[in-house]
C-alpha cells in the first residue's frame, strides 16, 4: 500500500504466499506433493513456474511455493529417498 502522508510503498518488499479460499495453503501442502509416493529422488523448487521447467525433464518434482516453508513440509521430505534442492538465489 502506498503511506498517504509520505507516498512511500509500504509493501513493496512483502513476502506474498498463495492462498485458496482465503486460506495460506503454502503453509500445508507442496504443488506436486503426490510424487513423495513413489520411489526415487524428489526434486523441489520454489514456485509453480520453476517446477514446470523442471517436470520436463523430470518427473518427481514439487514446489514449495514460498522461499520460507514450514518445518511441517521440510518433515514430509524425509519420505523420499533422496532430496536435490534447487532453490532461488534469494533471502
Known amino acids: 500500500y502506498v503511506d498517504k ?22 503453509y500445508f501442502c507442496w504443488l506436486g506433493e503426490e510424487c513423495l509416493q513413489d520411489t526415487g529422488p524428489v526434486v523441489i523448487v520454489e514456485g509453480q513456474f520453476d517446477r514446470l521447467r523442471v517436470k520436463q525433464v523430470f518427473h518427481r518434482v514439487l514446489a514449495n511455493m514460498t522461499a520460507k516453508p514450514s518445518e511441517k513440509k521440510l ?3 524425509t519420505y523420499a529417498e533422496r532430496v536435490i534442492a534447487l532453490l532461488d538465489n534469494d533471502q
Open 5 to 26: 502522508e509520505s507516498g512511500e510503498i509500504k509493501a513493496r518488499l512483502k513476502h506474498f504466499d498463495y492462498t485458496i479460499g482465503g486460506q495460506n495453503n503454502a
Open 75 to 77: 518433515l514430509k521430505l
